[in-house]
């Protein structure tokens, strides 16, 4: 069964009287080229354990489960259940759990999945076509409960992944950079135009590998205020360094003025310049390491 061809997603709606959800961005996969980069480049191997989310009728999960151990797929929707039952039913690698992510526990998930055919597993990678309101939210809930993932292949719209992949000194850097930068390295896979999906979007999409670094990227000594930092600063990005970061933690304007002297930071630079090295500097030097 050519899951990636629109002639399929018509027949499985027909026979299942499915219908496409708009409020579960339903928006299906159709292009085979796309499919096969975004699997190639999520770099799985045959040891490794694949949770997918919202596997929809089962374009990616069918072609990461060639590639992998085993796959867990995470789908909301409960008609799509026995239509993925159907269309996956020759791999005995697949396991479907009817859930919502969000509600997901990924650690549960991995307890239970510690080896695959009595083998320890290899990596874990985690693959994603989701909507869009929720890419960010699930992205932002693996990497801050630290679920133990070696990647994250996502598909994005087009704007988010370019703000997630910028660098200082952008119109697009900003908070989201840098909190998934202090976490991953970002790698771009594949643009998706609107047009390769059934339904068509509104907007064109990009799938992005975040690899999940092993050594943190910079030294906290404190990371709620690296990020309570970056939030203010980024909270009003047109304002010196100096004015955003006034009464962040309680902090004065002449304190604040001090500890940007103390990491070396012009008080009159904006967020929007500062690095990663640069902000964990500033934190650093709010909250400077006890003893
Ligand atoms: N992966 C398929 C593809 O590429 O053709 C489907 C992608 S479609 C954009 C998004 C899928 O995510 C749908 O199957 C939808 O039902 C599912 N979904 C939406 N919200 C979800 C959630 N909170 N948890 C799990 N799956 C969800």
Known sequence: MKLYSPATINELK??????????????????????????????IGKEDLVIEIGPGIGVLTAAAAEAAGKVIAVEIDRNLIPILKETLSEYDNIEIINSDVLKTDFRE????????????????KIL?????????????????DRVPADSITIMLQKEVADRIKAGPGTKVYGALSVAVQYYCTVAHVVNAPKEIFVPQPKVDSTVIRLDIRKEKAVRLNDEAVFFAV??????????????????????SKEEIAS?????????????????????????????????
Do not use: C, H, W
């Open 128 to 144: 994603g076509n989701l909507p869009y309101y929720i890419t960010t939210p699930i992205i932002m809930k693996i990497l801050e």
């Open 109 to 124: 998930i991995l307890e239970q999945n510690r080896e695959i055919d009595g083998q320890k597993i290899g990596g874990i």
């Open 14 to 43: 027909k026979k299942y009287g499915f219908r496409l959800s708009k409020s579960l961005g339903q928006n299906f996969l159709t292009d085979k080229n796309i499919i096969d980069k975004i699997i190639e480049k999520s770099m």
């Open 259 to 291: 500890i940007l002297e103390a990491a070396s930071i012009d008080p009159v630079r904006r967020a929007e310049t500062l690095s990663l090295d640069e902000f964990a500097a500033l934190s650093n030097a709010i909250r400077p390491e006890i003893n």
């Open 230 to 251: 970056v939030k203010a600063g980024f909270g009003q990005r047109r304002k010196t360094l100096l004015n955003s970061l006034t009464g962040v933690l309680g902090l």
